[in-house]
Each structure stands twice: as C-alpha cells, then as structure tokens.
C-alpha cells in the first residue's frame, strides 16, 4: 500500500500483501484517512477482493502479481502508480509465513524440503520485497516526491524460529533492507521503517491464539488494530525522524537492546 500525501489531500497507497498479517485494518487505515489504496495480492484474489469491499471511499484497486519475479515487480509498480496517481506510501506485507506445511526444523526435514522453503521464502519475503521496494523508490524519485516505506517484519528476526528458521531469517532481512535503504533514501525525503509485531490474533493463527496469550506479561495477544495504528503512524509526516527505526509490537513477550 503506498499511503497518502503523508496526509494532504488525497495521496496513494500501495499495500503489498492483502493476504498477509493484519492486512484489511491497514488498507482500512489509509483508505479512511482520504487514501486511494492500490491492494496487491499474488494469488488469493478473493481475500484480496474481501480487503478491498471493506474499503471507503474511492479511487482503490487490485493488482496482481508474483513480486519475486523482476518483471513482474516493475510491472506491479507501474500500475500502482498509475492506479493511484502517485504512490507515496508502500507498505510491504506479503509474505511466505509459517505454517505446518512449510515447518523446517533442520533435525526432522529432508534436504530437498529444507531447499525448496529457504528458496521460496526468501524469493518473496526477501527478494521481492527488495524488486518492488526499489521500483516505487524509484518512481517517487523521479516524481521528487517525499514518501514513506514501511516493512512488516517479525519478532521472530530477532527471537528465532526453530521450526522456521528460514523465516526467521527472511524478517532479519527484511529488517535490515530497511535500514540500508532509510540511509540511502533519506536525501530523496523517503523515509524507511520496520514493525516487527509478535503474536497477532488473525483468522490465520485462531485456533493458536489461547495458547499464545501467555507469551506476554499483558496475557493477551496482539491485535491487527494495533499494528495499522503503528503503520499509520510511521508513514505520517511526523515521523520522518524515525527512519531506520524498527518498532517491536509484541507486548514486552521479547525485549531486546
């Protein structure tokens, strides 16, 4: 989702991911703040469909596209620009998340197994995320045009997934493309940022969540409210000086320094 005129007028939003974590609470976010919201989706059109009738107001679109494919991430980005008329915030949600299909502990799973979910998780998580990042950089550029990324990552980047260790990996990544590109991209007023939430109580995880809750010293989850919040925030205005900064949502469950 690429996010307003960092709130004048009525700005573009590209969100990349309308399957991913806590996806219909940030589109709604932007999209009620006066934002067209150009919603990306890979493959599951009808949850991307469902995020998009949740949305007010108009000017919003779908965009389909496996981002892990170079042509097709330039490809994506053109259009959101076009659809939106100026993507100024991007907000990076797809991703290959755990699940019991693509658990990889190294002491139970086969090589070829091991290969195939370290392939496919950093080709979307990682390098996808790079592709279409640096196309929308490069359109906001060109325009001379301020704007905001804004990365979903993981406590796990930081906690470790032992069943998942490559997605643990693709969010340290992730959080660490971030504040390569908040440096670079700074002299452009483009602004970069990470979330990195723990639990969060998505229609994905429910049956996970009573089991969770314990995680935090709050003894609940987080919610796809509380992330939007954060996202919302990072790609305002007022939080230019918070480039390169990775914010943890995960209710004090892990601390780090």
Known sequence: MLGGSIWGGRGGFFYRGAAGVCAGPIARAFAEKGDRVAVHYASKREEAERTLGELPGSGHGLIQGDLSEPEVAQRVADEAEALVGGVDVLV???????SAGAAHPVAEVSYEDWQRVWRRMLDVNVLGTANVTY????????????????????????????????????KAALHSLGQSLAVALAPHGIAVTSVAPGFTATDRVAAKVEGARGESPFGRVGTPEEVAAAVLYLASGEAAWASGAILDLNGASHLRM
């Not at 990076?92 to 755990?98: E, G, M, T």
């Not at 906001?140 to 997605?167: C, D, H, L, Q, W």
């Open 135 to 170: 196309c929308v950089a490069r359109h906001m550029i060109e325009r001379g045009a301020p704007g905001r990324v804004v990365n979903i990552g993981s406590r796990g980047a930081f906690k470790g997934e032992p069943e998942f260790p490559a997605y643990g990996a693709s």
């Open 92 to 98: 990076n949600n797809a991703a290959f998340a755990p």
